[in-house]
């Protein structure tokens, strides 16, 4: 199983930008996607996930009400929306397989990171 994520990128204080991951290497849909991010110094932390089986979306506090989550079963991709985001939104974000606990050691696999960067 692989996962790629893509669609960072820089952009300004308030703006919006959006992260996939596309999972490829099986032929199930039935996996949850959390989601990481981890900021220079500082370690991975959890941003939230969307549950396979009931659909479910759970959210990190910092970002609760501006980030949004959602899968995409047929094409086997996930998207992670940021809106209103902050200059403390910097990191390199990663997707990971097949949970939605709030811990990185419930994740089996990983994609390769994606640099969000946000600054005027």
């Known amino acids: 199983v692989q996962l790629q994520a893509s669609g960072g990128g820089l952009v300004q204080p308030e703006g919006s930008l959006r992260v996939s991951c596309k999972v490829s290497?099986?032929?199930?849909?039935?996996?949850?996607i959390g989601w990481f991010r981890q900021a220079p110094g500082k370690e991975r932390e959890w941003i939230g996930c969307v549950d396979h089986g009931n659909g479910r979306t759970e959210y990190e506090d910092s970002v609760k009400g501006r980030f949004t989550i959602s899968k995409d079963d047929v094409d086997h991709t996930a998207f992670l929306q940021m809106n209103r985001l902050r200059t403390e939104d910097t990191a390199i974000y990663y997707c990971a397989i097949d949970s939605c606990l709030p811990a990185a050691l419930f994740y089996n696999y990983w994609g390769q990171g994606t640099q969000v960067t946000v600054s005027s």
């Open positions: 290497g099986t032929t199930s849909d039935k996996y949850s």
